[in-house]
């Protein structure tokens, strides 16, 4: 059974740093694209960056410069490493592991950026 589970959320002040980390179990991960995405209160959900099956990086132009996405096959996990952080970051952070027709989500971790 495939599962993802995010874990490195908390609270943080401006300008402050998080790592978070997903971590699967139950997929070939090193066949899956792994994904960050983020919803807001109130607002939809946001992709923030991915990262390929075969290492490639994409990041949303709000958190470029200050995000960077790392992945370890051997650990079936992937890292989203925040730096800078601010406000608007605020926010339930989800990853999901995506191959051909097949997805799967994790239930998020909590990033609040607050003084």
């Known amino acids: 059974q495939a599962q993802l589970v995010e874990s490195g959320g908390g609270l943080v002040q401006p300008g402050g740093s998080l790592r978070l980390s997903c971590a699967a179990s139950?997929?070939?991960?090193?066949?899956?694209?792994i994904g960050w995405y983020r919803q807001a209160p109130g607002k939809g959900r946001e992709w923030v960056a991915t990262?390929?099956?075969?290492?490639?990086?994409n990041y949303a132009d709000s958190v470029k410069g200050r995000f960077s996405i790392s992945r370890d096959n051997g650990k079936k996990s992937v890292s989203l490493e925040m730096n800078s952080l601010k406000s608007e970051d605020t926010a339930l952070y989800y990853c999901?592991?995506?191959?051909?027709?097949?997805?799967?989500w994790g239930q998020g971790t909590q990033v609040t950026v607050s003084s």
């Open positions: 999901d592991a995506r191959f051909l027709s097949l997805r799967y």
């Open positions: 139950g997929i070939s991960f090193s066949m899956y694209d």
């Open positions: 990262i390929t099956a075969g290492g490639s990086t």
